[in-house]
């Protein structure tokens, strides 16, 4: 099933919009099915899964942290991952750095948009979003690599256009800004119930979980 929905996704994704597999709570067989049918991004939200399933997993992909990220846990991020997704402060990108100038190790990241400016989630506000890239631009040992946003995680897809939109239009703002250490390459955006808005409003990094592996209890990623 892991394969077939796969290569259905892969076949179905327009040119230049890259597959990232969600695999919160899935085990390393499941992972690596998914990356021997084509996967080459996987995306964590939990470090202590990562480090349960990571070398058991078969295959070779990049590997995304895409949750929230607490500053205690930055080095072990550093030490597994190749992206981290889910930057929304200062204080966060400093320690990013530090951690990952004992690695000597430039590390990407994507700066995450609260997009909607819900109260319950985490991001920057859009409002916030070139200062902190202003800021985080004058840090060594890490490049910012684009932006993420969330989008509701439930109901209609088309009730995420506008923020997505607005995260596309930083997106594209941002380009032109011509920082330090800022490449404005990926646009991430987009689960399960969203991505296909969100690929219409231009993302080209889609997070997807329940599309590929199949319902799991609560799940809705």
């Known amino acids: ?26 085990s390393a067989d499941e992972i690596s099915q998914a990356i021997e049918a084509g996967v080459t991004v996987i995306g964590e939200n939990y470090l202590q899964e990562s480090l349960q399933v990571i070398n058991e997993v078969k295959g070779e992909a990049q590997w995304h942290f895409i949750g929230h990220l607490q500053t205690n846990k930055v080095k072990r991020v550093v030490d597994i991952f190749d992206m981290i997704e889910s930057v929304d402060s200062l204080k966060l990108a400093k320690e990013i750095a530090r ?26 506000a859009p409002r916030d979003v070139e200062q902190l890239i202003r800021e985080i631009s004058s840090l060594d040992y890490i490049k910012i690599m684009g932006l993420m946003t969330m989008g509701p995680r439930f109901g209609d897809a088309e009730e995420s256009r506008p923020y997505f939109r607005k995260t596309r239009e930083l997106f594209e703002k941002f380009k032109d800004f011509h920082l330090p250490n800022v490449e404005m390459k990926y646009l991430s955006m987009g689960m399960t119930n969203s991505y296909k808005v969100a690929i219409e409003e231009g993302a080209n990094l889609v997070r997807i979980g329940t599309k590929i592996f199949g319902e799991r209890e609560g799940s809705h990623n």
Do not use: F, W, Y
């Open 99 to 124: 951690c990952s100038k004992r690695r000597d190790r430039i590390m990407s990241v994507l700066i995450e948009v609260n997009s909607g400016e819900e109260n319950q989630k985490n991001g920057v």
């Open 1 to 26: 099933m892991i394969r077939e929905n796969v290569q259905r996704l892969l076949h179905e994704l327009p040119e230049g919009v890259t597959l990232l597999a969600a695999v919160k709570e899935r």
